[in-house]
């Protein structure tokens, strides 16, 4: 028996809202995508968070981002063996083969992943959660020196960013495009409660930008 006997129909109804509403005026679009392929602007790694789309946040049309989700928004080190390394692949894809200009790690407040980096996983996700947030212990260490202990959070927010642009400069063909000019890093943290997205500087910290 279906737990959610609604969901399905509320994910078929938002698709016929978009054939009726959004298709007529973006099919031209998803032609041209169909005919010539994909040149998306940037590769973007969020959280699989639902309540963080990247699309929304930076008003994107289709084609124009390269997204891989996952939890607490991590790219690992460059580590080429037999395991399944999706977030890798998708590093790859976008940089070696669609060669995006633009790589942009995106964090977000109230982040789950992160909590489970600092309290511990709960047991449900012990599986798989708990042993990929082991990417991000050096951003964990971090954070544990912010004081008040009540600012920790946002912090390892902010350190897990920070650690995976560091982890995706340990790919060499993310190194090779940074220095020969054809790849730029940045980081962001989008605040849920405040809508408000703050970019990462040279110096590693957060500024927020500046509304129009």
Do not use: K
């Not at 891989?68 to 080190?77: E, G, K, Q, Y």
């Not at 709960?122 to 947030?133: G, I, L, N, S």
Request: glycine share 8%; proline share 8%.
């Amino acid at each position: 028996m279906e737990r959610h006997p609604g969901a399905v129909d509320a994910l078929i109804a938002g698709y016929r809202e978009f054939r009726e509403r959004r298709w007529p005026h973006e099919r031209e679009r998803y032609e041209s995508l169909a005919r010539h392929g994909q040149r998306p602007r940037a590769m973007v790694v969020a959280c699989s968070d639902s309540r963080v789309d990247p699309m929304t946040v930076f008003c994107a049309a289709p084609g124009e981002l390269f997204i891989v989700r996952n939890v607490a928004n991590l790219i690992p080190p460059y580590q080429p063996d037999i395991a399944y390394h999706g977030t890798s692949a998708a590093l790859e894809f976008a940089v070696r083969v669609l060669r995006v200009p633009l790589l942009v790690v995106m964090g977000h407040g109230q982040c789950g992943g992160v909590r489970a980096l600092l309290e511990g996983a709960p047991p449900e996700a012990a599986d798989f959660v708990a042993p990929w947030m082991r990417i991000a212990d050096r951003a964990r260490d971090r954070a544990l020196r912010c004081m008040p202990a009540e600012a920790r959070q946002e912090a390892c927010e902010r350190e897990t960013v920070r650690l995976s642009i560091e982890n995706a400069m340990t790919f060499p063909w993310v190194r090779e495009a940074v220095e020969a000019g054809r790849l730029t890093l940045h980081g962001c943290r989008f605040d849920i409660f405040t809508g408000t997205l703050a970019v990462m500087g040279p110096d590693g910290g957060f500024a927020p930008v500046a509304p129009t």
